[in-house]
């Protein structure tokens, strides 16, 4: 890629980001006040993502855990994996639910919220749909951040008034991945100002 190549990436991606500002600040501060919520009640974040999305959930889980920017208390959050051998033997034995959702089923409580990250290139949202349903079943509020496509709504069609979606209007995969890893570091600056205060 030329230099001119590369310029013009960064100025699209800045361009897109200014774009989207308006949209979504709204539900990413929401977002924010449900974990906020969620655990100054006692209860944790769990984190899930699908195909690369899911280095996401990660990420989401060790900024939740140990903070973004400024030093604060760990926050109990948990990176779901749908590779994990033993919940997918757990999933295997029952029927018509998945990895991430057995997951969420053993490990999930009232209380608790499920931070949901869709990769917009990938097929495999059911079991993300199937990670949003059990958390629903388990009394737990959703965040889900989705870029356009089938998985956007399949997940979107799930949510409820409880729950948060960050809706990234936009169908490539970098931009729909850079977006939801700028949202989730404002939901993490924006926990740390409203446990900590501003600076």
Known sequence: MSEQRIQQYFTGSAALLVQWAG???????AAAQT????VTNGGKVLTCG???????AQYAAALLM???????PALPALALGAEAA??????????????????VHALGQPGDALMVFAHPASSDHASLALAVQA????????????????????LGSLLLAADTHIAIAHAHAASVLHAQQLALH??????DALLLGDE
């Open 66 to 72: 140990g903070g973004l920017a400024r030093e604060r």
């Open 50 to 56: 699908s195909a690369a999305a899911a280095a996401l």
């Open 86 to 103: 033993t919940f997918a033997a757990l999933a295997q034995r029952s029927e018509g639910v998945g990895a991430l959702a057995a997951q």
């Open 135 to 154: 958390a629903h079943e388990r009394e737990m509020p959703v965040i889900a951040m989705t870029g356009e496509g089938e998985a956007a709504d399949a």
């Open 186 to 191: 404002c939901i993490c600056e924006s926990l």
């Open 23 to 29: 949209s979504l600040s709204a539900p990413i501060a």
């Open 35 to 38: 974990a906020l919520e969620c």
